[in-house]
C-alpha cells in the first residue's frame, strides 16, 4: 500500500466526502489560496467549483453560525480554520447553537457541520498560537471532539465526522502534517469513540493523543529494551472517549500514565484517571500518573519550550518512576538532532 | 515634528525590519514574525501627532507601531530573539510588544482582539479625566470581525476618546479584498454610517497622515467623540515572514511594482542632500546593529522566571 502524509489524507479525505456527497461543502480563510491551509485543501476548488469552496472574510464567529444555517438546511460544511486560537471567536456559535441545536429543538434538527482546527506548536508559536484545548471542547455536552494522530486514522476519522448528524470538532496537530502512513486510496470510515491499541504488553498502560502518541511510541521502544512492555492507547477522540478500552487494559496491568498534551488540570489526562480511580480501583497497583503541561500558557522563547513541553524522555521517566526502576542519565536515550522547536530539519518556520 | 523628522523615523523602522528579514534565516528569531516594510507612513504619521502618555494598541504586525511610539529598540529586538530581555520577557515573542513607558499598551495575534481593549483604555482616560487619547492599529481583515463594530457602537455611545486606524493593504493573509468585501465597499463610509466621524488618506504619504492625525486628535480632545481613519497602503514582504512572495499565485507581481512605485520613504531615497541621508543611514545601521547583538547576547528566560511570572 502507498505511504501519505497527514496532510494528503485529509486532502483526500475530503475529496472524497465532496465526490461521495454533493451536500458537502469546505470553506475557510485561506482555503482555496495557493498555500491551501498547509496542502490540506489543494485542488478542491478546481474540482468543486467556487460555489461548493470558498474563502470566507475574517468573521470566524459568524461563518460558524452561517455553517450551523447551512448544515440545518440539508449540507454537511467543512469549516477550516488555520490555528485553534482563531476559532476561540466563534465559542458562541459552537456551544450555544452547534452543540445544543438538535438538544433544544427536542431532537429534530441535527447539525452535520465538521471544524477543522490546527493545533500550532514551536517556533515561537507562543501562547495564542499553540493551545491544545480538547478538554475545553470535551466538556461541552452535544460536541464530538476527533484528534487523530496518524495519516491513515485522520483519513477514516475524517471522513466519519463529515457524515456523522451532528458537531465535530477535529484537532490537527501541525507536527503531525509531515509524517506518512499506509492509506488505502478506497474511501473507508473509523468510528468515532474507538481508541487504537497501538501496541501490546502487559506491564503498564500509557494512554495518549494525537502528537504525544508519537513521542510514547519514542518512549515504549526504550522501556521495551529495559524489559517493559506497554499497552499503548491512542485515543483518537476524546468525547465520546474509550474508557471500555483503558479500564480492560488497566485491569490486565494494573498501572496508568495517561499522556496529554494540554496543561495538567481539568485535563483528558484527569478526566481518564478520575475514571480509573472509580472504575478500575481495585485492579491498581500503583498511583497512576499524568504527563502533561504545568498550568500556564505556552511561553514563546526558544530558551523555554524544551523544559515547557513534553516528549518521550519526560513520558519514559515517569514510566520507570511509576514501576519504581531506578536508572541514571535517561536523556541520553533520547538523543535529538534537530531544535527542540521544530518537527524536523526541513523546518524554517515561521508558521 | 518637520517632515525630515518624520522621514528619519521611517527610515529607521525601514531599516529595522530590514535587518530582521536579513537575519531571519540565521535562525535565532523563532517566531512568526510580520513585517511593516511598505506601511511606515502609517505608523510614523499617527505616532507623532500621539504625546509619550497617550495610548497605542496593535495587532500581530506591529513593530512599526511599537518604534514609532517611542518604544525600545533593543526591548523589541531582544523579544523576537526570545530573550529575557525582551519587552515581555521572551514570552510573547513579534506578535506581543508592550512598552508601557511611551504608552504603547500592547500588540496581540488575534485579529481584531486589542479594538475593544483599545476603547477600554479610552474609557478610564474619560473616567479618569485625563486629557488624553487612546490609539488602535488594524487592518482591513480585521473590520470583518463582529468585535470591530460593537466596538465602535460603544465608543460612540460613551462619546470615548479613541481613534481607530484602519490600515487597508488590501489583503487578509493570502485572501484579497474581493473575496472578503463587496465590491466597492469603502471601510470609511461604512463606519460612518455607523455614527462616527471618518475620514480616509493615502496611507504611504507620511506628511498627509501626520495631517489628518492631528486634526482628529484635536476633535476628540474638544469633545466631538471618537474618529476613524482608513489609509491605503500595502504590504511588500510576505504576510508572515521575511520574503517575498509575489511568485506564488495570489498577487501580481505588477501590483507589487505599482506600489512600490508609492513607496513612504521615496523621498528620502530621492533626497539631493546624499551627505545628510548617508549620515542618517550610517547612525541607524549602527543603532539597529548594536540592538541585534544586545539581543543575540541576551539571555533566555530562566525556568525560574518563567515561574515568577506565571505565579506572580
Ligand atoms: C481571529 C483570527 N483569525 C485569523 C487569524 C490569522 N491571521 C493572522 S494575521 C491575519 C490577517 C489579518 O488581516 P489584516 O487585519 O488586514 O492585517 P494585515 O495582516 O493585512 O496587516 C490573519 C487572518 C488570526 N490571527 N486571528
Ligand atoms: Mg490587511
Redesign the pocket.
Known amino acids: 500500500m502507498r505511504k501519505i502524509t497527514f496532510a494528503e489524507a485529509i486532502n483526500e479525505a475530503i475529496l472524497t466526502a465532496m465526490r461521495e456527497s454533493k451536500d458537502v461543502i469546505t470553506y475557510g480563510l485561506g482555503v482555496p489560496d495557493p498555500k491551501g491551509v498547509f496542502g490540506t485543501t489543494l485542488g478542491l476548488q478546481d474540482e468543486f467549483g467556487e460555489a461548493r469552496v470558498f474563502d470566507t472574510p475574517t468573521s470566524e464567529n459568524a461563518m460558524t453560525g452561517v455553517g450551523i444555517g447551512a448544515a440545518i438546511n440539508g449540507l454537511r460544511p467543512i469549516m477550516v480554520h488555520q490555528r485553534v486560537d482563531f476559532f476561540l471567536l466563534a465559542l458562541d456559535q459552537l456551544i450555544n447553537n452547534a452543540a445544543k441545536w438538535n438538544f433544544m429543538f427536542g431532537g429534530v434538527c441535527r447539525v452535520p457541520i465538521t471544524i477543522r482546527l490546527i493545533v500550532g506548536h514551536g517556533w515561537g508559536q507562543g501562547p495564542t498560537h499553540s493551545q491544545n484545548l480538547q478538554s475545553l471542547f470535551s466538556q461541552i455536552p452535544g460536541l464530538k471532539v476527533v484528534i487523530p494522530t496518524s495519516a491513515y486514522d485522520a483519513k477514516g476519522l475524517l471522513l466519519e465526522s463529515i457524515f456523522d448528524d451532528d458537531p465535530v470538532i477535529f484537532l490537527e496537530h501541525r507536527w503531525l502534517y509531515g509524517l506518512k502512513s499506509n492509506v488505502p486510496k478506497s474511501s473507508y470510515r473509523i468510528p468515532i469513540g474507538k481508541a487504537n491499541l497501538v501496541n501490546e504488553g502487559s506491564d503498564l498502560t500509557i494512554v495518549a493523543l494525537s502528537y504525544m502518541t508519537i513521542e510514547a511510541i519514542q518512549a515504549i521502544k526504550e522501556l521495551e529494551k529495559i524489559g517493559v512492555n506497554c499497552d499503548l492507547i491512542d485515543l483518537r477522540s476524546t468525547s465520546p472517549l474509550d474508557f471500555e478500552l483503558i479500564r480492560k487494559s488497566v485491569k490486565k496491568t494494573g498501572k496508568l500514565i495517561a499522556v496529554d498534551s494540554s496543561s495538567k488540570s481539568f485535563s483528558v489526562a484527569s478526566e481518564i484517571i478520575a475514571d480509573c480511580a472509580i472504575e478500575s480501583y481495585n485492579y491498581l497497583q500503583k498511583p497512576p500518573r499524568r504527563v502533561a503541561l504545568e498550568d500556564a500558557p505556552a511561553p514563546t522563547s526558544f530558551g523555554l519550550t524544551n523544559s515547557y513541553y513534553n516528549g518521550a524522555l519526560e513520558i519514559y521517566n515517569e514510566a520507570i518512576g511509576l514501576l519504581g526502576i531506578k536508572e541514571e542519565n535517561t536523556g541520553s536515550k533520547f538523543i535529538k538532532e534537530k531544535p527542540h522547536d521544530v518537527p524536523g530539519e526541513w523546518f524554517k518556520g515561521p508558521f | 515634528m518637520n517632515l525630515s523628522e518624520l522621514q528619519a523615523s521611517m527610515l529607521r523602522i525601514r531599516l529595522v525590519e530590514e535587518s530582521i528579514a536579513n537575519k531571519y534565516s540565521e535562525q535565532k528569531m523563532r517566531c512568526p514574525t510580520h513585517l511593516s516594510i511598505g506601511q511606515e507612513a502609517i505608523a510614523v504619521g499617527v505616532c507623532s501627532n500621539l504625546t509619550n502618555e497617550d495610548q497605542v494598541l496593535s495587532s500581530h504586525r506591529a513593530h512599526a507601531h511599537y518604534l514609532a511610539k517611542g518604544g525600545c529598540l533593543n526591548s523589541m529586538l531582544a523579544e523576537i530573539y526570545g530573550k529575557v530581555t525582551g519587552c515581555s520577557k521572551g514570552m510573547g515573542g513579534s506578535m506581543h510588544l508592550i512598552d508601557k513607558s511611551v504608552g504603547f499598551m500592547g500588540s496581540t495575534a488575534i485579529v481584531g482582539n486589542t479594538i475593544p481593549v483599545a476603547v477600554g483604555s479610552a474609557l478610564a482616560m474619560k473616567i479618569q479625566e485625563k486629557k488624553l487619547i487612546s490609539c488602535v492599529f488594524f487592518?482591513?481583515?480585521a473590520t470583518e470581525e463582529g468585535v470591530f463594530y460593537e466596538s465602535i457602537n460603544f465608543a460612540i455611545i460613551h462619546n470615548l476618546p479613541v481613534l481607530f486606524i484602519c490600515?487597508?493593504?488590501?489583503?487578509?493573509v493570502y485572501s484579497g479584498l474581493e473575496v472578503r468585501q463587496p465590491k466597492g465597499r469603502k471601510i470609511f463610509e461604512m463606519v460612518r454610517a455607523f455614527g462616527i466621524e471618518s475620514s480616509h488618506g493615502d496611507g504611504n504619504n507620511v506628511q498627509q497622515v501626520s495631517d489628518y492625525v492631528e486634526l482628529a486628535r484635536d476633535k476628540i480632545l474638544s469633545g466631538n467623540g471618537p474618529q476613524f481613519l482608513e489609509f491605503d497602503t500595502y504590504?511588500w514582504r510576505e504576510h508572515c515572514g521575511p520574503n517575498y512572495d509575489n511568485d506564488i499565485g495570489y498577487r501580481e507581481e505588477e501590483e507589487f511594482l505599482e506600489w512600490k512605485k508609492k513607496d513612504p520613504l521615496k523621498d528620502i531615497f530621492e533626497n539631493k542632500d546624499l551627505d545628510l541621508v548617508k549620515v542618517l543611514f550610517n547612525k541607524f545601521n549602527a543603532e539597529i546593529q548594536q540592538a541585534h547583538h544586545f539581543a543575540d547576547n541576551s539571555e533566555f528566560p530562566s525556568d525560574k522566571d518563567f515561574q515568577q511570572i506565571i505565579n506572580s
Do not use: I
Not at chain 2, 167 to 172: A, I, K, R, V
Open positions: 487592518g482591513d481583515g490600515e487597508n493593504n488590501l489583503y487578509s504590504r
